[in-house]
C-alpha cells in the first residue's frame, strides 16, 4: 500500500485508539444499552429533568460509538479495495480510494474532537477575557490582535459573539476585554486557550524597527445556567461603578453605568459596561463571578485528579502556552503540545482548531511534550 495511504491509516488508527481508551469502550457499550432499555421505560418521563440527562447521555453515547464503528469498517473496505485495485494495477482507483482515505481521516479526527468534549461544561456558552501584559502600547496591542483572533476563530464556527466589557489602551489596542461567545460546546473548544501568549515581531510602533516581545493572557471560563447554586456573600463583594470607555460608539457612555465587581475572598475580578443601565450590568457582571467562581472550581477538580494543581500565573515570560513569531520568520508554536503553523496570519484569522484538537487530546491521554520555545 502507497505510504500516503498508510499514512491515512495510521491517523484514523490514533484517532479511534484515543477515542475508545476516552470512552472507556466496554464500559460505554454496556452503558449505553442501560440507556436504551431506560427510554423504553414509560415512566421515564415522570421526572422530565432527571429523562433529559438521560436522553442527553444516550445521544453522545450513541453518536461517538457509531460515529466509531462507521469510520472503522469504512476504512477497512478501502483498505480492502486499495489493495484489489493494486494487484489489478488500476491506479485511477487507487487514487480514488486513497483520496476517500484522507477525507476519512479527516472525518476521524472530527469526531474524536466532538467526542472529547463530554465535560460538564464543556457545551456551555463561555466568556473570553484578554488582558495585556507589561509593556504598554505593544502588549495593549497584542491583546487587540487575540481579541480579534478569538471574535474570528467563533464566528468561523457559527457563534455569536457580544462584547461585554472593554478597556481602551493609552494609544492603541486594548487593556482588557470580555467577550461572550455562544454556540455549540464553546467553553468545550475554547478552554484549552487559557494562559499567556506571547508575541515577537517588528514593532509598528518603533522608529528604530526593532523586535520587540509582548505578552497577553487569555482566561476562558463557561457561561453556567439557573440550576446551578453558586453561593456568594454580599460582604465578600467590592462593587465600583465606572463610565464605559472604548473605541467609540455603543462603547461610550456618559454615565457611571459600567460595573466592575472584585469577589475580595479570591481576588476574581468581572465588569460590565454592554448595557446603559447599571442595574443590568451589575446583574450581568455578577453572573460572570458566578461563572468565574464555577470554573475555578471545575479547574481544582480536574487537576486533584491529574494530581497537579496550578494556579493562574503572571502575564509574562516563562509562563506562555504559545509563542506566535511574525518576524524575521513566521511560526506559531504551542508550548503544551508541540503543534505549529507556518502561517501564523491564518491562526491570527483564527485558524485555531488544530491547536484546540491538541490540547483536548492531551487532556486525555496525559502525556507531556518536552517542547522548546521559540525566539
Known amino acids: 500500500m502507497r505510504a500516503e495511504a498508510q499514512d491515512h491509516v495510521d491517523t484514523i488508527n490514533a484517532a479511534l485508539a484515543l477515542l475508545r481508551r476516552f470512552l472507556d469502550w466496554d464500559r460505554a457499550v454496556r452503558r449505553l444499552d442501560e440507556l436504551n432499555a431506560k427510554v423504553e421505560d414509560p ?32 476504512m477497512a473496505d478501502t483498505v480492502e479495495l486499495i489493495e484489489l485495485a493494486e494487484m489489478e494495477g488500476d491506479e485511477a482507483l487507487v487514487d480514488d480510494a486513497v483520496a476517500s482515505l484522507a477525507t476519512l481521516a479527516a472525518r476521524a479526527e472530527e469526531d474524536k474532537v466532538k467526542a472529547l468534549l463530554a465535560g460538564e461544561a464543556d457545551s456551555y456558552d463561555c466568556y473570553v477575557e484578554v488582558h495585556a501584559g507589561a509593556g504598554g502600547t505593544e502588549s495593549q ?6 481579541q480579534r483572533m478569538y471574535s474570528r476563530w467563533a464566528e468561523k464556527r457559527g457563534m455569536k459573539v457580544e462584547l461585554i466589557e472593554y478597556q481602551a489602551g493609552d494609544q492603541a489596542g486594548i487593556k482588557s476585554a470580555t467577550m461572550l461567545v455562544k454556540g455549540e460546546n464553546a467553553y468545550g473548544y475554547a478552554k484549552t486557550e487559557s494562559g499567556v501568549h506571547r508575541l515577537v515581531r517588528i514593532s509598528p510602533y518603533d522608529s528604530s524597527a526593532r523586535r520587540h516581545t509582548s505578552f497577553s493572557s487569555v482566561w476562558v471560563y463557561p457561561v453556567i445556567d439557573d440550576n446551578i447554586e453558586i453561593e456568594i456573600k454580599e460582604s465578600d463583594l467590592k462593587i465600583d461603578t465606572y463610565r464605559a470607555s472604548g473605541a467609540g460608539g455603543q462603547h461610550v457612555n456618559t454615565t457611571d453605568s459600567a460595573v466592575r465587581i472584585t469577589h475580595m475572598p479570591t481576588g ?7 448595557d446603559r443601565s447599571q442595574h443590568k450590568n451589575r446583574a450581568t457582571a455578577m ?11 471545575l479547574q481544582k477538580r480536574e487537576a486533584e485528579a491529574s494530581g497537579e494543581y496550578q494556579a493562574k500565573t503572571e502575564i509574562g515570560w516563562g509562563h506562555q502556552i504559545r509563542s506566535y513569531v511574525l518576524q524575521p520568520y513566521q511560526l506559531v508554536k504551542d508550548l503544551r503540545t508541540g503543534v505549529t503553523s507556518t502561517a501564523p496570519g491564518d491562526v491570527l484569522d483564527g485558524a485555531l482548531d488544530p491547536f484546540m484538537a491538541a490540547a483536548l487530546s492531551q487532556k486525555v491521554t496525559g502525556e507531556k511534550v518536552e517542547v522548546e520555545d521559540i525566539d
Open 43 to 74: 415512566t421515564l418521563w415522570d421526572s422530565p429533568k432527571a429523562a433529559q440527562e438521560v436522553m442527553r447521555e444516550r445521544r453522545r453515547l450513541d453518536e461517538a460509538i457509531t460515529a466509531t464503528r462507521a469510520i472503522e469498517k469504512e
Open 141 to 146: 496591542d497584542w491583546a487587540e490582535m487575540l
Open 268 to 274: 476574581i475580578v468581572v465588569a460590565s459596561q454592554i
Open 287 to 297: 453572573g460572570m463571578l458566578k461563572a468565574r467562581l464555577y470554573e475555578a472550581e
